[in-house]
Nanobody, 125 residues
Framework: QVTLVESGGGLVQAGGSLRLSCAVSGRRVLSITTGWFRQGLGKDREFVAA????????SYSDSVKERFTISRDIAKNTVYLQMNSLKPEDTAFYYC??????????????????WGQGTQVTVSS
């Protein structure tokens, strides 16, 4: 089992930036695919970004491409989501997740077995 703990959420004005962190334990990030998802109020959970274990594959949703960047610190076994040019529609609860089976940068919610508790991101207009 993989344990994931998110941090770094908060309130920011539109156009601002935030960096989310996901501390991973139980498995090395080199051996799993890690992803970020978000869920707005009354909405389904949606894919944001992912990176595979080897780190050579990343994927992003169209809505965040060119604004968000997923990265990792191998030594800290931590995954980050750098969010720039934030918009009010980015407001959501953000979750980190682990896919222990795939070697791809998975996009499907059902492909991930382990989830963190999430962190709230609120972007004011």
């Amino acid at each position: 089992q993989v344990t994931l703990v998110e941090s770094g959420g908060g309130l920011v004005q539109a156009g601002g930036s935030l960096r989310l962190s996901c501390a991973v334990s139980g498995r090395r990030v080199l051996s799993i695919t890690t992803g970020w998802f978000r869920q707005g109020l009354g909405k389904d959970r949606e894919f944001v970004a992912a990176v595979n274990g080897r780190g050579q594959l990343t994927s992003y949703s169209d809505s965040v491409k060119e604004r968000f960047t997923i990265s990792r610190d191998i030594a800290k076994n931590t995954v980050y989501l750098q969010m720039n040019s934030l918009k009010p529609e980015d407001t959501a609860f953000y979750y980190c997740a682990a896919d222990r089976r795939s070697s791809d940068a998975s996009k499907g919610v059902r492909e991930y077995e382990d989830w963190g508790q999430g962190t709230q991101v609120t972007v004011s207009s």
